[in-house]
């Protein structure tokens, strides 16, 4: 069962550029200037998602001089990623047993 943290998760990343976002920053840590570069987003813009990430836990960020570097949590991405599996598996054992609640 999802908890609510979870669900809020699920919301964070159900925005496009979040999840283009969480794509760059699975293959390498990226600062605002690069993560404006490569989604072509706004920097005012792009510092709002970046919020939303951080106050979700799914990015940890690294100051290095005048600048702020962004990484990846990839521990909530797993966790996420195994109740995702767990429901999964439920639904598939569910339709492979044609298990059904009576009217």
């Known amino acids: 069962m999802l908890t609510s943290v979870q669900t809020g998760l699920l919301r964070v990343l159900a925005d496009p550029l ?4 969480i ?3 699975a293959r390498e840590t ?3 200037t690069h993560l404006v570069a490569e989604t072509g987003a706004r920097q005012t813009n792009l510092s709002n ?4 990430l951080r106050e979700a836990g799914v990015v940890d960020t690294e100051p290095c001089g005048r600048f702020t570097y962004y990484r990846l949590r990839p521990e909530v991405i797993e966790e996420l990623s195994d ?3 767990d429901l ?3 639904a598939r054992q ?3 047993t044609g298990r059904r609640r009576s009217c």
């Open 18 to 21: 979040r999840m283009q976002i």
């Open 23 to 25: 794509t760059l920053l």
């Open 30 to 32: 990226l600062c605002t």
């Open 49 to 52: 998602h970046m919020k939303v």
């Open 83 to 85: 109740v995702l599996g």
């Open 88 to 90: 999964a598996a439920t």
């Open 94 to 96: 569910t339709a492979e």
